[in-house]
T-cell receptor, first 112, second 113 residues
């Protein structure tokens, strides 16, 4: 699976949009971009994933660049409860049941 | 919304003892996983399980560890002869065959004294 690079930490004011970047310049054509978050040692929580089109769900939006070498997770109106470590993970779905490889992620701190 | 559950939430054991961590995956899921996270470190993959056999395992998952699906609902991780360095959060996850998104349980915090 391709390697990802994320900033170690980011701050965001409550109510503002949080834009979390991820670089995955070695991503291959059959690899998806997944985002998870972990709130204070709880189990990782799935947020969203995509292949090449932008995606939106009730939690967030995922913007993937046209060359697929980077992506941005957008939390449109961050709340204090969005304070967490956010992980960007690239993985192929060609082989079922394969591991998620977690990096250090981005620690997002939302403050009032 | 269906979710993965894990028991116990906390377990304290003496070094050398055996522990069994239990998980109930989401009911229609077919793939099951165990991960662990030592305090302050990254989440690490241990093992994946499908059709009653291990499909993938990491270097961490040595002979000390075993997994089992003893019935139609539970998925267990057994750690034989626990060591101090086994102290960690252990997370179970499951995924269905088609979409492959893994959903995690809340974890079991294991402390080996």
């Amino acid at each position: 699976d391709a390697k990802t690079t994320q900033p170690p930490s980011m701050d965001c004011a409550e109510g503002r949009a949080a834009n979390l970047p991820c670089n995955h310049s070695t991503i291959s054509g059959n690899e998806y971009v997944y985002w998870y978050r972990q709130i204070h040692s709880q189990g990782p929580q799935y947020i969203i994933h995509g292949l090449k089109n932008n995606e939106t769900n009730e939690m967030a939006s995922l913007i993937i660049t046209e060359d697929r070498k980077s992506s941005t997770l957008i939390l449109p109106h961050a709340t204090l409860r969005d304070t967490a470590v956010y992980y960007c993970i690239v993985r192929s779905l060609n082989q079922a049941g394969t591991a998620l490889i977690f990096g250090k992620g981005t620690t997002l701190s939302v403050s009032s | 919304e269906p979710e993965v559950t894990q028991t116990p939430s906390h377990q304290v054991t003496q070094m050398g003892q055996e522990v069994i961590l239990r998980c109930v995956p989401i009911s229609n899921h077919l793939y099951f996983y165990w991960y662990r996270q030592i305090l302050g470190q990254k989440v690490e993959f241990l093992v994946s399980f499908y059709n009653n056999e291990i499909s993938e395992k990491s270097e961490i998952f040595d002979d000390q560890f075993s997994v089992e699906r003893p019935d139609g609902s539970n998925f267990t991780l057994k750690i034989r002869s626990t060591k101090l360095e086994d102290s960690a959060m252990y997370f179970c996850a499951s995924s269905d065959r088609g979409r492959e998104t893994q959903y995690f349980g809340p974890g079991t915090r294991l402390l080996v004294l």
